[in-house]
């Protein structure tokens, strides 16, 4: 009597293996999508840096004062003061900054933080911190200027920065 074919062997099952790739690839995409994310993200601050350095840097920046005439207009980053401005001293005999208007020229509202100094050589002999509200774009203000400095006697020249 012929024997029976032999029953195919029992198949193999890999679902093991399956979950154990099918997480590992998981865990190489994770780990490449955070890697994409930090890099992405450092270019972004990088960027914010050197532009920030680079404003900073410009005339009328908090690292690069302009000089100014008392009573003649001058522009810093897209802020146009207008002529006819004055330094008068105080009651006490403080710094006085009158009549400084401002328009803001830049593409969105914002608000003008400016130190003024009085300069005699490298010496800062005299110091006025001006602000103003929210600017819209195209309108004039006028700044609201303060010193507990005393308006001093000599200096040779006046310069303006950002304060940030």
């Given at each position: 009597m012929p024997q029976p074919p032999a029953p195919p062997p029992p198949t193999k099952s890999h679902a093991l293996r399956n979950v154990l790739l099918a997480l590992l690839a998981v865990f190489v995409l994770a780990v490449g999508g955070c890697l994409a994310f930090i890099a992405v993200a450092g270019n972004e601050v990088n960027e914010a840096i050197e532009s920030a350095e680079v404003e900073d840097a410009a005339p009328g920046g908090p690292d690069n004062p302009l000089t100014i005439a008392e009573g003649q207009p001058f522009e810093v980053a897209g802020f146009q003061y207008a002529p006819g401005w004055s330094v008068t001293q105080d009651a006490l005999g403080d710094v006085q900054v009158e009549g400084l208007r401002v328009t803001n020229n830049r593409?969105?509202?914002?608000?003008?933080?400016?130190?003024?100094?009085?300069?005699?050589?490298?010496?800062?002999?005299?110091?006025?911190?001006?602000?103003?509200?929210?600017?819209?774009?195209?309108?004039?203000?006028?700044?609201?200027?303060?010193?507990?400095?005393?308006?001093?006697?000599?200096?040779?020249?006046?310069?303006?920065?950002?304060?940030?």
């Open positions: 593409d969105d509202s914002d608000a003008a933080i400016v130190e003024i100094k009085f300069m005699n050589g490298n010496e800062v002999v005299a110091l006025a911190n001006c602000t103003t509200e929210q600017i819209p774009v195209g309108q004039t203000t006028s700044l609201n200027c303060i010193s507990a400095d005393d308006l001093p006697a000599t200096y040779d020249r006046i310069t303006i920065n950002d304060t940030f």
